[in-house]
Every structure is written in structure tokens, then in C-alpha cells.
């Protein structure tokens, strides 16, 4: 994905995520980032049948949220955070239109991004 997301980037993107199963593997898979997971791995976590779970790994990998690399004949896969960071700016841009009060609250809630140092403040 560029750096700037086009409306069909962001739709493809949203799309593939709109699938519980696909949310789900996608979620699996930034939690591991940035390790990967064998295709067979992540069917097994997800309970699904593996020609299933190639079938939402391939509209991930085309949505651009996740990469593949092919070993023999294992396919490991990883959240792509370029394409991942790409939708979130497409949807974050200008969305408060310079009205701060819009958006604060969203950036407010956002703590698990924050340095730890921040973290701990906004606990404290």
C-alpha cells in the first residue's frame, strides 16, 4: 500500500476486516507481530478448515493488512502494520475537520499507544 490510501484501498481494507474469522485472524496476527504464523497454526487456533483459512488469508494479504512468505510449502504470515497504519491515517485524516474537540476523546482513549512513561501518568 502507498503511503497515501485511496478510497478503494481503505474500502478493500475495511471490507476484509468486516469478517469476524478475518478480524479475528488479523488480530492473532499483531498480537504475534512481529513474528509469523504458519497458515496451519492460525487455522488451528481459529478452528477453521484449512482451504477456509487460505481462502480469508488470501483477501487479507490483497487487502494489504497482512504479508506472506512462502517456505517450501508452508505459508507464514504477518500482520503488515504499513497497510495497517496507512487505513488508520485514511480514516483518521482531517476527521475532525480542525475541530479538536471531535477527535480528542478518540486520541484520549488511545493510552495503549502511548510511551509507558505516559501511560503510567494517564493512570496515575
Do not use: W
Amino acid at each position: 500500500m502507498s503511503r497515501h490510501m485511496k478510497d478503494i484501498d481503505a474500502i478493500t481494507a475495511l471490507t476484509a476486516l468486516s469478517q469476524p474469522t478475518r478480524l479475528d485472524v488479523f488480530r492473532r496476527l499483531i498480537k504475534a507481530y512481529p513474528d509469523e504464523i504458519a497458515a496451519g497454526e492460525i487455522a488451528r487456533q481459529c478452528k477453521t478448515r484449512h482451504n477456509t483459512m487460505s481462502t480469508h488469508l488470501a483477501i487479507l494479504v490483497r487487502a494489504g493488512l497482512v504479508d506472506v512468505r512462502r517456505d517450501g510449502r508452508m505459508m507464514h504470515h504477518r500482520a503488515n502494520l504499513d497497510g495497517f497504519q496507512a487505513l488508520m491515517k485514511f480514516l483518521l485524516q482531517d476527521c475532525c475537520h480542525g475541530r479538536a474537540e471531535i477527535c480528542a476523546p478518540l486520541v484520549a482513549e488511545l493510552t495503549c499507544c502511548a510511551p509507558l512513561k505516559s501511560r503510567k501518568k494517564a493512570h496515575a
